[in-house]
């Protein structure tokens, strides 16, 4: 007998994304869609696909996946976020895995991201890859705010793409920019980064040349340039922020703190 798999979809407000994004999933056992109160027509969509809706509060995205996770009701689970769609080949080597006996608790998912109707090759995203296909009892995220991964070691790798569209506009990119940058920094405050201040005036111009030079970010077009200069910003307002923290525990524990 196969094993079974629960799809599980995090969302909040993902009514341009969702459908499409469930539409790739109807083959699974099951479909958990875990909710952050939206308030859109998220729901009213979801509810096409499948009858598991849970509503949770988001503190960010790895708590949410692990609260998630021990709610699906079948010993394999595939996170699959909104803005990402299950391609036909994904699905094939999913199912044909299930079916003949995973070798490892856990799979690497290569993901081919899109940025404003072209897909990225290069400037780091061509390269991409996320462990999204593990055991329900085995796998759990890092406790991190920002860019964690399931935790499981060795790990298979499978050979079809995730699609993933991630920005609808700049304007949502930027207030992403802003959320994360906010998270990391509070991640790098708490585990005492050393010289923001260094990291604010050389990391920005290092991270453009990185992605839009090394990283072939120039063969992207403007895309690329684009995605390297918000790169680059992203880094600036990060460790800006680690900056703010410190004073700000500065003037509440005087002496404590270290601003620079």
């Not at 939206?38 to 499948?50: F, G, K, P, V």
């Not at 998630?68 to 990402?84: C, R, T």
């Not at 070798?103 to 996320?130: A, C, K, M, Q, T």
Request: net charge positive; aromatic share 10%.
């Amino acid at each position: 007998m196969p094993n079974r798999l629960s799809v599980i979809v995090p969302c909040f407000n993902e009514e341009r994304n969702i459908e499409a994004c469930l539409q790739s999933v109807t083959w699974a056992d099951e479909i958990l869609v875990v909710d952050s109160f939206s308030t859109d027509t998220t729901l009213e969509i979801a509810r096409r696909y499948t009858d598991r809706i849970l509503r949770h509060e988001y503190v960010y995205s790895a708590a949410q996946k692990n609260w998630a996770i021990p709610k699906a009701s079948n010993e394999w689970v595939l996170v699959v976020d909104a803005d990402e769609r299950v391609t036909p080949g994904l699905r094939q080597e999913i199912a044909d895995l299930l079916e003949q006996g995973p070798s490892f608790d856990g799979y690497w998912i290569p993901r081919r991201n899109f940025l404003f109707g072209r897909e990225i090759r290069h400037s780091g995203w061509g390269s991409d890859s996320v462990l999204r296909l593990f055991k329900r009892d085995v796998g759990r995220y890092r406790d991190k705010r920002v860019h964690a991964e399931v935790e499981i070691s060795p790990a298979g790798r499978l050979r079809h793409h995730l699609e993933h569209h991630s920005v609808p506009s700049l304007a949502d990119w930027v207030a992403k920019i802003n959320r994360y940058s906010t998270w990391k920094a509070r991640d790098k405050h708490e585990k005492g980064m050393a010289a923001p201040l260094v990291h604010l005036v050389v990391r920005p111009p290092a991270r453009f040349l990185k992605d839009f030079v090394l990283r072939r970010g120039f063969m992207d077009g403007w895309r690329g340039f684009v995605i390297a200069s918000l790169s680059a910003f992203a880094e600036l307002v990060m460790a800006a922020k680690v900056m703010e923290l410190r004073m700000e525990e500065s003037e509440r524990n005087p002496g404590s703190g270290k601003p620079g």
